[in-house]
């Protein structure tokens, strides 16, 4: 079993920037692939940003590529998201969600298998 708490959301402005963390326990948090997702008002849970087990490898969704980073501390049993140029259609409860490493990406829900949960992000315009 793996716990995951999640942290930093907040109300910003557009075009300001926000740091979420994602605190993990209960097993070797380096044999665990992360993800961040997202679920706006009214809308389904969305992929958002996945890192692998190293944190060699990342990917992200076209909405936030160029703006978000997702990083990793093994060490801390953290993960990060970064959002910088925060829009308001980025307004959404963040969840982040682990599933044991394995090769590639996981882009669904379905495939973590662990889940926080969430931290409100509100990005007024």
């Known amino acids: 079993q793996v716990q995951l708490v999640e942290s930093g959301g907040g109300l910003v402005q557009a075009g300001g920037s926000l740091r979420l963390s994602c605190k993990a326990s209960?097993?070797?948090?380096?044999?665990?692939?992360m993800g961040w997702f997202r679920q706006g008002p009214g809308k389904e849970r969305e992929f958002v940003a996945a890192?692998?087990?190293?944190?060699?490898?990342?990917a992200y969704a076209d909405s936030v590529k160029g703006r978000f980073t997702i990083s990793r501390d093994n060490a801390k049993n953290m993960v990060y998201l970064q959002m910088n140029s925060l829009k308001p259609e980025d307004t959404a409860v963040y969840y982040c969600?682990?599933?044991?490493?394995?090769?590639?990406?996981?882009?669904?829900?379905?495939?973590?298998?662990?889940w926080g949960q969430g931290t409100q992000v509100t990005v007024s315009s």
């Open positions: 969600a682990a599933r044991p490493a394995r090769p590639g990406f996981a882009y669904q829900i379905r495939e973590y298998d662990y």
């Open positions: 209960g097993r070797t948090f380096s044999n665990y692939a």
């Open positions: 890192i692998s087990w190293s944190g060699a490898n990342t």
